[in-house]
Structures are given as structure tokens and as C-alpha cells.
């Protein structure tokens, strides 16, 4: 009977399996960081798409907010011209005026801020990627504005809706709606119109209705000149932090 030997492999010393893990560590360990390291660039560029895209609804903020300003200056004066108007010993004089201005005196400015990117980071999850804590509290805190902004729209569309009832007592609806244009501008009429009475208590209480819209718009005017300031701080912010020209 024929008799094999048995063929004996060496045993593999401990430091061979040392090595093929340390291998097999480091190549797990670099792909790990390709990986992040890509991560982390797309989450900087993303960050950076952000930042220009903020930077450029700030600066249509700013025209928006000049434009809106600049409204509300000649609500104010208008405002303030009713009112004398209204409690003038001369008023019978001043139809065509007081139709003119009674018209536009519930009329709003709304403020549309450009907020697309913010709007964009807020449903993507994309405001984590802001890593610079000022400028995150500094968006927060200029986009929070619109809150209080909001809040005093809330309070003049109420008055307005006050100042409608009681005018319908006093100005002649035909004349009313006679002086709308097409595109909804208000044209002051011709001749000089009466009004549906001179009595003097309502006559008051429309001055003291138009007086109290005249203030809250002022209010409204106050928190928009100080908005658009924050936005013009909030430029220069991003621009210093983030080394932008």
C-alpha cells in the first residue's frame, strides 16, 4: 500500500494578518475620507450659492423697501391734507379735493420682499449650512422683522375697513367709483362735487378714522426705514465675513 506524505504549510505569522487589516483599515479609512471630504466641498459650494443668492435679494430689498418708503411719505402727506380738509370752515370749497383724497385714503402699500433664497433654505433644510454664527443671527434677526411689519398691516387693513364704513355716509357712491381709472388709479374729479353731508360730529369722526390709519402707516414707514438699514448692515456683513467684493 502506497503511503503520501502529508504537505505542511508554514503558519502565516501574526504580523501578516497585522498588515493585510491595516490594509484593508486604511483603504476603508481613505475612501471614508474621499467621501467626506467630497461632502464637505458640496455642502461649501451649496453654502456659497446660498450666500450670492441672499446677497442678491438683499440688494432687491433694498430698492423694494426705497420705493415702499417713499409711498408711504405721500400717504402721509395726503393723509395730513384730509384731515385739514375735513375740519375746514371752508370745506364746501374743497369737494373735488376731498374726493380725491378721501378715495385714496384707505388704499395700502404692501411690502413684497425677494425671499426666495431664504424660503429655499428653510424647506431644504438648507440654513444649517450657514457656518458663520453672525451672519446666521443676522438673517434670522432681518427676515424677523417682517413679523412686527405684518402685526401693523394687520392693524391698518382693520382701520381701513373702519374708515370704509363711515365714508360711505359722507362721500356720494356714483362720484366714488366714477373716479377709478381702469388700471385702478384714483383721478380727482372735475367741478367740485358735494359731498352727502356737512355734519360736523361726522365729519370728525372720519378726520379722527383717517388720523388713525395716517399713524399706523407712519409706524409701518418707521420699521421699514429701519429694515432696509438692517439689510444694508446685513450686505456689508456677508460681504466682510465672507471676503466678497
Known amino acids: 500500500m502506497e503511503v503520501h506524505a502529508h504537505t505542511h504549510t508554514p503558519r502565516k505569522k501574526w504580523t501578516h494578518y497585522f498588515w493585510e487589516f491595516l490594509m484593508l483599515f486604511l483603504a476603508v479609512f481613505c475612501g471614508f475620507l474621499a467621501e467626506y471630504q467630497l461632502e464637505h466641498k458640496i455642502e461649501k459650494d451649496k453654502e456659497k450659492q446660498y450666500i450670492h443668492g441672499l446677497l442678491e435679494d438683499l440688494h432687491e430689498d433694498t430698492g423694494t423697501l426705497s420705493e415702499t418708503i417713499n409711498e408711504f411719505d405721500g400717504h402721509l402727506k395726503r393723509n395730513d391734507t384730509l384731515i385739514k380738509l375735513l375740519t375746514s370752515d371752508a370745506i364746501k370749497e374743497h369737494g373735488s379735493d376731498l374726493y380725491y383724497l378721501g378715495r385714496r385714503a384707505s388704499r395700502s402699500v404692501r411690502l413684497a420682499l425677494h425671499d426666495f433664497t431664504i424660503q429655499q433654505m428653510k ?37 381701513s375697513d373702519e374708515y370704509r364704513k363711515m365714508a360711505i355716509d359722507i ?75
Open 123 to 159: 424647506s431644504s433644510g438648507g440654513f444649517r449650512l450657514i457656518r458663520n454664527q453672525k451672519v446666521s443671527k443676522a438673517i434670522i434677526e432681518y427676515y424677523n422683522r417682517t413679523v412686527f411689519i405684518d402685526y401693523l398691516n394687520g392693524i391698518e387693513s382693520n382701520e
Open 171 to 245: 362721500f356720494h357712491p356714483v362720484t366714488f367709483n366714477g373716479i377709478v381709472n381702469p388700471d385702478n388709479t384714483i383721478a380727482r374729479p372735475e367741478n367740485n362735487p358735494p359731498l352727502l353731508t356737512y355734519d360736523s360730529k361726522t365729519l370728525l369722526r372720519l378726520a379722527g378714522m383717517v388720523s388713525y390709519i395716517r399713524n399706523t402707516k407712519q409706524g409701518l414707514m418707521k420699521a421699514e426705514i429701519e429694515m432696509k438699514m438692517a439689510a444694508i448692515e446685513l450686505i456689508q456683513l456677508i460681504k466682510a465675513e465672507y471676503h466678497l467684493n
